[in-house]
């Protein structure tokens, strides 16, 4: 309903289609911070319409081309879903993000099955506190600099404030500080 409320704004002469958002967008940034607050799993659906770019042509004119489908819907709200699909006129599914990586590559129609597939997916899951963990951990994996390591450290222990998970952190970084410090002196020798 905000593309309708926006489309209004802009006809009725109160603004032009662009400064229509200014009383749209907080509208629709609390849709957006509702479902991203939600403990519940969302499934949400968007229409689309053909999407065309202005490409040179052989004759040296700017010509449309079709490049696919893209969702009626502000820019960028693709970004705030685990998985999108793009579905096509065949009822053909192909993910065009995909963070689970259950779908990347496959062209499927959607059924029971893939329902069934990603709630085993989040069921699995670790809590988003872990998920900080382990990517300090990969992130520093191969690391060389302690100046390098200071920094990822400052960060996840900025994102995991108040969280017990924060004392994994510490200790992992003590452990790699130690390491290259080691290895800083063994250079030095």
């Known amino acids: ?76 709200m693709e970004y705030e879903f685990t998985v999108m699909f793009d579905i096509d006129i065949n009822h053909n599914a192909t993910s065009t993000k995909d963070r689970t990586r259950l779908f990347d590559g496959k062209i499927f129609k959607i059924t029971s099955e893939t329902g069934e597939q990603l709630l085993a997916w989040l069921n699995n899951g670790v809590t988003k506190e872990q998920a ?25 222990f900025n994102n995991l404030r108040g969280c017990s998970e924060q004392e994994e952190v510490i200790e992992h970084y003590n452990q790699l500080k130690i390491k290259l410090s080691e290895g800083e002196n063994n250079e030095t020798v």
């Open 132 to 156: 900080e963990v382990n990517n300090f951990k990969e992130k520093t994996s191969n690391i060389s600099s302690l100046d390098e390591l200071q920094k990822l450290f400052a960060i996840s």
């Open 1 to 76: 309903g905000l593309l309708d409320k926006q489309g209004k704004i802009a006809d009725s002469g109160k603004g032009n289609g662009y400064t229509a958002w200014r009383s749209i967008t907080p509208e629709h940034n609390a849709l957006v911070n509702a479902m991203l607050a939600s403990p519940c799993h969302i499934i949400a659906t968007m229409r689309s319409k053909q999407e065309y770019v202005l490409q040179v042509n052989d004759n040296g004119k700017q010509a449309p081309k079709k490049v696919g489908m893209a969702p009626i819907q502000r820019d960028g």
